[in-house]
């Protein structure tokens, strides 16, 4: 039997004597505080036992994690809505890329890069009686938590200078892919970017991902077609530009974000996040990385 509390204690130890920790993410004012040594995981293995070790009970900003549930949630809405508007194709771009979506005539390439997100972001405005209150209740009962809120410093801090989103949003708008205001829908996006969660918190609410749509209460929220379709966009558009680097390495869906945070499903298995507030390069967290690769090698248990 693999011994998952070892494996996060090796990682734990091997991670804590890494000189390079990468570069925390500083375009948003507000997360340049964070600390650069802090490093967390939470391990929920289906029908089995749950581990932590570190700060995997400290909240940080989840970013693009959110992205993941905000289409689920637009998916159990209106999913004919979503996939006439968005394309599910890995971009090969930075997240906030921006020409693309002028050559796709306001198509965005997936839900994950920002021009998709803002378009999910603009379906669940228009679906949802009060999106902000609706969004955060969907999240609280996935992870069975109502502490989970969203951080309005963090939010108001992305207000202020996030003008390549709302060049994006400008674009969408040009091309009639924005049904909304455009400040209604940013003001939507940087509030559901602001989400503060702990690894323990994202790990519960990405265990739909994992249990064919039906969460950690068994209530399902998405089919199990739906939730197959989700975690391949995780796997081909979860991680940026290195999506194929994630694959490669580590072998599992997941999403990230640029608080530090990424989150990983082996469907019908396990879900895990990991925490490390310095990024790389391509803006994924530098040792959260490299933590889930040295998982998957350890328990030899990868999609592949
Ligand atoms: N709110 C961030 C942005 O739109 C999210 C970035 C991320 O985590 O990828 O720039």
């Known amino acids: 039997m693999t011994d998952f509390k070892s494996i996060l204690e090796d990682i734990n130890q091997q991670i804590s004597n890494t000189e390079d920790k990468g570069n925390v993410a500083d375009y948003i004012p507000e ?6 040594n802090a490093f967390g995981i939470y391990l929920n293995v289906l029908n089995n036992k749950n581990f932590g070790i570190g700060d995997y009970q400290t909240k940080f900003s989840a970013q693009s994690i959110t992205k993941a549930l905000t289409l689920a949630l637009a998916i159990s809405k209106n999913p004919e809505d979503v996939w006439k508007r968005v394309d599910v194709e890995p971009s090969g771009n ?17 839900p994950f890069i920002n021009s998709g997100a803002i378009v999910i972001a603009d379906i669940l405005v228009s679906e949802l009686e009060h999106p902000k209150e609706d969004f955060l209740a969907f999240v609280r009962q996935l992870s069975n938590d109502n502490s989970i809120d969203y951080d309005i410093k963090v939010a108001n801090s992305e207000k202020e ?23 209604t829908v940013l003001d939507f996006y940087f509030m559901q970017c602001s989400l503060a969660m702990t690894c323990e918190q994202l790990t519960n609410a ?6 064919h749509g039906k969460c950690l209460q068994n209530k399902l929220h998405i089919t199990p077609s739906q939730t197959k379709r989700i975690n391949a966009i995780m796997l081909t558009c979860g991680f940026y530009d290195e999506a194929g680097e994630f694959a490669f390495e580590v072998g599992l869906p997941g999403k990230s974000g640029v608080g530090g945070g990424i989150v ?27 933590a889930l690769e040295i998982f998957t090698s350890k328990t030899e248990l990868s999609i592949f």
């Open 206 to 211: 990405f265990y739909l991902f994992a249990n």
């Open 161 to 183: 200078t996030g003008f390549k989103n709302y060049a994006i949003a400008n674009l969408l708008k040009s091309f009639g892919n924005l049904k909304n205001d455009v400040d």
């Open 264 to 290: 990983a499903v082996l469907p019908n298995q396990f879900v895990i996040s990991v925490w490390s507030p310095g990024l790389n390069k391509k803006g994924n967290s530098k040792l959260g990385m490299e």
């Open 31 to 36: 997360l340049r505080n964070v600390n650069k």
């Open 94 to 110: 930075p997240f906030n890329f921006l020409s693309l979506l002028e050559v796709e005539n306001g198509i965005p390439r997936n």
